[in-house]
């Protein structure tokens, strides 16, 4: 089956998950990291589970899954070996059309987590449409070292010359070619070793010295925190 790739907005989206177990806490912490309120179904907790409890980072029903506990659910993922409980929840995500993921059994699915691959907000996927997980996993494995730590700051760099250079009102045919410009090869090695001059002067040989930029002072000192905190 080919799926649509899509990414989603799950900000205090309320994503329920369903089971207590190791594969349950792994979906729970990654709903977690991307702003949802998550509400766990499952009669026991694992230890991690527990902590995000206590924690108030979830909300805990201390049941199995009932027809009904899926009304208000933006997304829901079950995690359940239950196969029985895994046909009732699919039925019921169809009826309301709800987003569903059950773990590991994809005729249940409308859709399916890739591997990923996050660097601050840059994220790179990988998907095999379910047909094998373990070449999606290697591949991720071998893009986190492709895409080291560098690229989270390369990001915020362009992030924060994207208003500026949308600002000067040139035709989006000249903003695409500066956008390229901006993309000097060695710019991953400039960030890497933090020589911000380099990074300035390029930037300036790119836009104009009479190009303010402001926003790279704050780049350049959350960038130089960032460094400091790591030692």
Same mark, same amino acid.
């Given at each position: 089956?080919?799926?649509?790739? &899509?990414?989603?907005?799950?900000?205090?989206?309320?994503?329920?998950?369903?089971?207590? =177990?190791?594969?349950?806490?792994?979906?729970?912490? =990654?709903?977690?990291?991307?702003?949802? !309120?998550?509400?766990?179904? /499952?009669?026991?907790?694992?230890?991690?589970?527990?902590?995000?409890?206590?924690? +108030?980072?979830?909300?805990?029903?201390?049941?199995?899954?009932?027809?009904? !506990?899926?009304? !208000?659910?933006?997304?829901?993922?079950?995690?359940? !070996?239950?196969?029985?409980?895994?046909?009732?929840?699919? *039925?019921?995500?169809?009826?309301?059309?709800?987003?569903?993921?059950? *773990?590991? &059994?994809?005729?249940?699915?409308? %859709?399916?987590?890739?591997?990923?691959?996050?660097?601050? $907000?840059?994220?790179?996927?990988?998907?095999?449409?379910?047909? /094998?997980?373990?070449?999606?996993?290697?591949?991720?494995?071998?893009? +986190?070292?492709?895409?080291?730590?560098?690229? +989270?700051?390369?990001?915020?760099?362009? =992030?924060?010359?994207?208003?500026? &250079?949308?600002?000067?009102?040139?035709?989006?045919?000249?903003?695409?070619?500066? %956008? $390229?410009?901006?993309?000097?090869?060695?710019?991953?090695?400039?960030?890497? +070793?933090?020589?911000?001059?380099?990074?300035?002067?390029?930037?300036?040989?790119?836009?104009?010295?009479?190009?303010?930029? /402001?926003?790279?002072?704050?780049?350049?000192?959350?960038? /130089? *925190?960032?460094?400091?905190?790591?030692?």
């Amino acid at each position: 089956m080919d799926y649509f790739p &899509v990414n989603l907005d799950i900000t205090s989206r309320h994503c329920v998950v369903i089971g207590g =177990g190791q594969v349950a806490a792994r979906k729970v912490l =990654g709903l977690l990291e991307y702003g949802a !309120d998550v509400t766990v179904i /499952s009669p026991e907790l694992t230890e991690p589970l527990d902590k995000l409890r206590q924690q +108030e980072r979830v909300v805990w029903i201390a049941r199995n899954y009932e027809t009904g !506990d899926l009304a !208000d659910a933006f997304l829901v993922i079950a995690a359940t !070996d239950d196969e029985k409980a895994q046909e009732q929840i699919h *039925a019921e995500a169809a009826e309301h059309n709800i987003l569903l993921n059950v *773990a590991d &059994v994809p005729k249940w699915c409308n %859709f399916i987590l890739p591997a990923t691959v996050r660097r601050g $907000e840059l994220t790179i996927s990988i998907s095999t449409s379910g047909n /094998s997980p373990a070449l999606a996993r290697r591949l991720r494995q071998n893009m +986190e070292i492709q895409f080291g730590p560098e690229y +989270e700051s390369l990001l915020k760099l362009l =992030g924060c010359l994207r208003p500026l &250079v949308l600002g000067m009102g040139r035709p989006h045919s000249e903003n695409k070619i500066i %956008f $390229e410009k901006i993309l000097h090869p060695d710019l991953l090695a400039w960030l890497n +070793e933090a020589d911000w001059d380099r990074v300035k002067d390029h930037i300036h040989a790119v836009l104009g010295d009479e190009v303010s930029l /402001s926003c790279m002072a704050d780049f350049e000192r959350i960038n /130089s *925190a960032s460094e400091v905190s790591d030692l």
